[in-house]
Nanobody
Framework: QVQLVESGGGLVQAGGSLRLSCAASGRMFRSYAMGWFRQAPGKEREFVAAISWSGSSTYYAASVKGRFTISRDNAKNTVYLQMNSLKHEDTAVYYC????????????????WGQGTQVTVSS
């Protein structure tokens, strides 16, 4: 069992930056690939980024590649999402998730989810 708690969301102007954190409790965190997803009002949840258990492999949605960076610190049981050059369309609730498979974009393959943190980008 893995519990995930996101933090770091808030209100930021377009062009600004935020860093989201996802703290995991429970054993075997380092054995899970981690992902970030987001859901805007009236839209389906979409993949943002994912990282392998070791941190050696990362994957990004085309819409955030070059602006967002996913990383993890297994000693702290935490995964991060650094978001730069934020745009109004990045406004959403951001969720972190864990899966025992290799990292990927399919939300249904993730076993555990946090409750989300709101990111609002003003234009």
């Amino acid at each position: 069992q893995v519990q995930l708690v996101e933090s770091g969301g808030g209100l930021v102007q377009a062009g600004g930056s935020l860093r989201l954190s996802c703290a995991a409790s429970g054993r075997m965190f380092r054995s899970y690939a981690m992902g970030w997803f987001r859901q805007a009002p009236g839209k389906e949840r979409e993949f943002v980024a994912a990282i392998s258990w070791s941190g050696s492999s990362t994957y990004y949605a085309a819409s955030v590649k070059g602006r967002f960076t996913i990383s993890r610190d297994n000693a702290k049981n935490t995964v991060y999402l650094q978001m730069n050059s934020l745009k109004h369309e990045d406004t959403a609730v951001y969720y972190c998730a864990a899966r025992q498979l290799p990292p990927g974009p399919a939300s249904y393959e993730y076993d555990y989810w946090g409750q989300g943190t709101q990111v609002t980008v003003s234009s």
